[in-house]
């Protein structure tokens, strides 16, 4: 079973607008990433929060922890369409990092 | 920079036929793995490995073999292909040091494969 799991799904705005997705996850984590993926490619890493982090910063992203619901934000703020992308989650409980469904995100010009 | 290279990009093979991926990479890292991405599944863990010499099952090591060749190659056998490993598979690595650096998983590009 997956270890994290985004929501939503999918999500479409416009240029601009801010995008929040949120995973949630199942077992106690060393540290949570975010990835993204574009389309027919592989996932490139964008942010790493460690579990005694609350928030974190890098750009225009933002992502934040709570460990008590066992669960992460990521916020992209004032969205490109380059943003256009699949971004997922991963929980890192031991060696192996397990990645959540994903989240499509679509942002139109 | 090459980072993780993975061969092929795409193969179509006949159910009962076997095969192999090839990965490589060139960043002396001490970590490897080897996911399926399936639509609405996201991404699944086949088979890992931790170090050179060790491998372990994942989520879904099923009709699945690994080898880790050396430092920088780790290789997934299909035995006896099946359509449901129809699948995009994708090999990774990481540092997995004790620096927050090393957490950082880098992936191929993916190898599209098709079971009829």
């Known amino acids: 079973s997956q270890q994290g799991e985004e929501d939503p799904q999918a999500l479409s705005i416009q240029e601009g607008e801010n995008a929040t997705m949120n995973c949630s996850y199942k077992t106690s984590i060393n540290n949570l990433q975010w990835y993204r993926q574009n389309s027919g490619r592989g996932l490139v890493h964008l942010i790493l929060?460690?579990?005694?982090?609350r928030e974190k910063h890098s750009g225009r992203l933002r992502v934040t922890l709570d460990t008590s619901k066992k669960s992460s934000s990521l916020l992209i703020t004032a969205s490109r369409a380059a943003d256009t992308a699949s971004y997922f989650c991963?929980?890192?409980?031991?060696?192996?990092?397990?990645f959540g469904t994903g989240t499509r995100l679509q942002v139109f010009p | 920079n090459a980072g993780v290279t993975q061969t092929p990009k795409f193969q179509v093979l006949k159910t009962g036929q076997s095969m192999t991926l090839q990965c490589a990479q060139d960043?002396?890292?001490?970590?490897m793995y080897w996911y399926r991405q399936d639509p609405g599944m996201g991404l699944r863990l086949i088979y890992y490995s931790a170090s050179e010499g060790t491998t372990d099952k994942g989520e879904v090591p099923n009709g699945y073999n690994v080898s880790r060749l050396n430092k920088r190659e780790f290789s997934l056998r299909l035995e006896s292909a099946a359509p449901s490993q129809t699948s995009v598979y994708f090999c990774?690595?990481?540092?997995?040091?004790?620096?927050?650096?090393?957490?950082?998983?880098?992936f191929g590009e993916g190898s599209w494969l098709t079971v009829v």
């Open positions: 990774a690595s990481r540092a997995a040091t004790g620096k927050e650096s090393g957490n950082t998983i880098y």
């Open positions: 991963a929980t890192d409980p031991l060696i192996k990092l397990i």
């Open positions: 960043m002396n890292h001490n970590s």
């Open positions: 929060i460690r579990s005694n982090e």
